[in-house]
């Protein structure tokens, strides 16, 4: 079961977006995919998902445009788990990305992509408050981190608890790839946690305070300069710690 919704603008493709299959609870996808009608919609902004708790086989999935970003999606007090598909359905259309309501191209509709619990790209300013992400068991090899973001702008996660997939090294609770401005607070890694936080090309690094890092076997995948840490619990063995001069108690700051 999941959300559907759709709008589209005409020549400019202004923005559009929203699209849910039955494997997926939640899709906001990108305006490029449409087919353009005359009557122009405007941008998909400012959108609340308070209180939602559900189980599906697949992640939920943010994904504007370079021409046009969502903006103002934000998440308060939700609770999503993610289950295991049947075999044959895995083998048959697991690991991919589906947009095939909005229609566009075949290649831009449906393709190959490992799926995260939650997934953004081309997305601004999207607060996340109170978010909690858990994994089934027996998942197939296409699950991947808790949550991942490329593209993105002024992105602030409060509360959050989560894992990746798997305890694989190169997977995360938090990925982060191409992006400008996050903040992350009070973000619990749940049992089973390999990696906590992994990123790349992100700049605008604001804190990284008071997270519970303690069931993490690493809390960063390599040095995460630019946050600015301190008050939080690191795991009893880190594998990586940066400590600034007078802090003690497994807290940790990075210029």
């Known amino acids: 079961?999941?959300?559907?919704?759709?709008?589209?603008?005409?020549?400019?493709?202004?923005?559009?977006?929203?699209v849910v299959f039955f494997l997926t609870p939640l899709g906001i996808s990108d305006p490029?995919?449409?087919?353009?009608?005359?009557e122009p919609l405007p941008p998909v902004h400012d959108i609340h998902f308070p209180n939602i708790f559900g189980t599906a086989e697949a992640g939920?999935?943010?994904?504007?445009?370079?021409?046009?970003?969502l903006k103002g999606i934000t998440f308060d007090q939700a609770h999503f788990t993610l289950r295991s598909p049947r075999k044959e359905v895995a083998k048959l259309a697991g690991g991919n990305f589906?947009?095939?309501?909005p229609p566009g191209t075949l290649a831009r509709a449906v393709f190959e992509h490992d799926i995260p619990a939650l997934y953004l790209r081309f997305v601004k300013g999207v607060p996340i408050d109170g978010l909690r992400l858990?994994?089934?068991?027996?998942l197939p090899d296409y699950f991947s981190d808790g949550i991942e973001h490329e593209d993105?702008?002024?992105?602030?996660?409060?509360?959050?608890?989560?894992?990746?997939?798997?305890?694989?090294a190169n997977l995360a609770a938090v990925s982060l790839l191409r992006a400008q401005g996050i903040s992350i607070v009070n973000k619990r890694a749940l049992p089973g946690t390999?990696?906590?936080l992994k990123s790349a090309n992100v700049t605008g690094k604001g804190l990284f305070v008071l997270n519970d890092l303690r069931e993490a076997k690493r809390e960063f995948s390599k040095n995460p300069g630019g946050f600015t840490l301190t008050g939080n619990l690191m795991p009893s063995k880190p594998s990586l710690v940066f400590?600034?001069?007078?802090?003690?108690?497994?807290t940790a700051c990075v210029g």
């Open 1 to 18: 079961m999941g959300i559907c919704a759709a709008g589209i603008r005409g020549p400019h493709r202004h923005a559009i977006f929203v």
């Open 243 to 250: 400590c600034c001069k007078g802090e003690t108690n497994g």
């Open 60 to 69: 939920m999935v943010l994904y504007g445009n370079e021409k046009a970003w």
């Open 134 to 138: 858990d994994w089934g068991e027996d």
């Open 152 to 168: 993105f702008r002024d992105l602030s996660i409060d509360r959050f608890e989560s894992r990746a997939a798997r305890g694989d």
């Open 98 to 101: 589906d947009f095939r309501w």
């Open 194 to 196: 390999g990696g906590f």
């Open 32 to 38: 490029s995919r449409a087919r353009p009608f005359d």
